[in-house]
């Protein structure tokens, strides 16, 4: 069993920044996939980014040109930076690791951006 926490969120303003932290319980050392996602009220959860051990990286278009994806090992924790956060960007983030053949979810930290 693998379990996530989340944390980072917050309430900003159009323009800021935020920094989003995924801390796994163990250390994870066979071949992982960890991606974040992210559900805004309305609307069906959708994928924002994905890193995996070997750091090949995907993004949302969404997203591409301003949140960059990165993974500490030794700290068995990835990171999601958010700049030039947009109203749009605003949602509850989840992030997912796919670890041994099972897949395991955080129960999220939500992001509220403002005009």
């Known amino acids: 069993q693998v379990q996530l926490l989340e944390s980072g969120g917050g309430s900003v303003q159009a323009g800021e920044s935020l920094r989003l932290s995924c801390a796994a319980s163990?250390?994870?050392?066979?071949?992982?996939?960890m991606s974040w996602y992210r559900q805004a009220e309305g609307r069906e959860r959708e994928f924002v980014s994905s890193?995996?051990?070997?750091?090949?990286?995907r993004y949302a278009d969404s997203v591409k040109d301003r949140f960059t994806i990165s993974h500490d090992k030794a700290k068995n924790t990835a990171y999601l930076q958010m700049n030039s956060l947009k109203p749009d960007d605003t949602a509850m983030y989840y992030c997912?690791?796919?670890?041994?053949?099972?897949?395991?979810w955080g129960q999220g930290t939500q992001v509220t951006v403002s005009s």
């Open positions: 890193i995996d051990t070997y750091s090949i990286i």
């Open positions: 163990g250390n994870v050392y066979a071949y992982y996939h």
């Open positions: 997912k690791i796919i670890y041994q053949g099972a897949s395991y």
